[in-house]
């Protein structure tokens, strides 16, 4: 990733955009929050609500955009980085609209927080990255170093489910599907950050500002 850590510069309409979207995650995580406490009790339903990939994401894109507008310099707020959360976000977006949409209905609380998570903020966030986010330096090699967010999820929610017997998302349980399923899931669940991750660059590479010409 970049070697020098500076500050991003946001106009008016960024900030505010960006702002907005550090709201509605914020939000629809204590919202999220709140409804796993009532449900599960306080320690219990902190941690399993905590163990799911899309809250993490949104807790990632929460973080990121409120240091962003805050003018940290740092790994948080590195064109990278950045651009990274912009292809987690959105995948969390589409696997829920295309995979787990239609298997449950939330009410209430409940239904106000799922689609704050996983609507209102990936299109947010991702509408300020394409529009807003500082461009250049991203690395055609970046997107396999992205892997290793989802990577790490992915074990991480198999040993959960071996150990507690509760598996987070269908397209994971090794009870139901078997290892050798759930690991081709895995893997093309890795093959769609990867690609997304390249489709982000080329969009980098794409809307950077061009270099004017020498005399």
Same mark, same amino acid.
């Given at each position: 990733?970049?070697? $020098?850590?500076?500050?991003?510069? +946001?106009?008016?309409?960024?900030?505010? +955009?960006? &702002?907005? =979207?550090?709201? =509605? /995650?914020?939000?629809?995580?204590?919202?999220?929050?709140? $409804?796993?406490?009532?449900?599960?009790?306080?320690?219990? &339903?902190?941690? *399993? !609500?905590? =163990?799911?990939?899309?809250?993490?994401?949104?807790?990632?894109? /929460?973080?990121?955009?409120?240091?962003?507008?805050? &003018?940290?310099? &740092? *790994?948080?707020? %590195?064109?990278?980085?950045?651009?990274?959360?912009?292809?987690?976000?959105?995948?969390?977006?589409?696997? #829920?609209?295309?995979?787990? %949409?239609?298997?449950?209905?939330?009410?209430?609380?409940? @239904?106000?927080?799922? /689609?704050?998570?996983?609507?209102?903020?990936?299109?947010? #966030?991702?509408?300020?990255?394409?529009?807003? !986010?500082?461009?250049?330096?991203? @690395?055609?090699?970046?997107?396999?170093? *992205?892997?290793?967010?989802?990577?790490?999820? #992915?074990?991480?929610?198999?040993?959960?489910?071996?150990?507690?017997?509760?598996?987070?998302?269908?397209?994971?349980?090794?009870?139901?599907?078997?290892?050798?399923?759930? !690991?081709?899931?895995?893997?093309?669940?890795?093959? +769609?950050?990867?690609?997304?991750?390249?489709?982000?660059?080329?969009?980098?590479?794409?809307? /950077?500002?061009? !270099?004017?010409?020498?005399?």
């Amino acid at each position: 990733m970049e070697a $020098v850590d500076v500050p991003v510069r +946001l106009p008016r309409a960024g900030r505010l +955009l960006l &702002g907005l =979207c550090a709201l =509605c /995650a914020w939000l629809g995580l204590v919202l999220q929050l709140g $409804v796993s406490v009532r449900a599960a009790g306080a320690l219990s &339903g902190a941690l *399993w !609500a905590l =163990c799911y990939f899309t809250v993490l994401t949104n807790l990632l894109v /929460a973080v990121v955009s409120t240091v962003t507008i805050a &003018g940290h310099r &740092g *790994w948080l707020t %590195r064109h990278g980085t950045l651009a990274a959360v912009a292809v987690y976000i959105f995948v969390v977006g589409l696997i #829920y609209s295309l995979l787990l %949409r239609a298997l449950w209905a939330p009410t209430g609380w409940h @239904k106000l927080a799922d /689609a704050g998570l996983h609507d209102v903020v990936p299109v947010l #966030y991702v509408l300020w990255w394409l529009r807003y !986010a500082p461009r250049g330096g991203l @690395k055609w090699t970046q997107p396999l170093r *992205w892997l290793g967010y989802p990577l790490a999820y #992915y074990v991480f929610s198999l040993l959960l489910g071996a150990m507690s017997g509760r598996y987070l998302y269908p397209f994971a349980d090794v009870t139901r599907l078997g290892f050798l399923s759930v !690991a081709r899931n895995g893997a093309l669940l890795l093959v +769609l950050f990867f690609v997304l991750g390249l489709i982000a660059v080329a969009a980098d590479l794409r809307l /950077a500002p061009r !270099a004017a010409p020498r005399a």
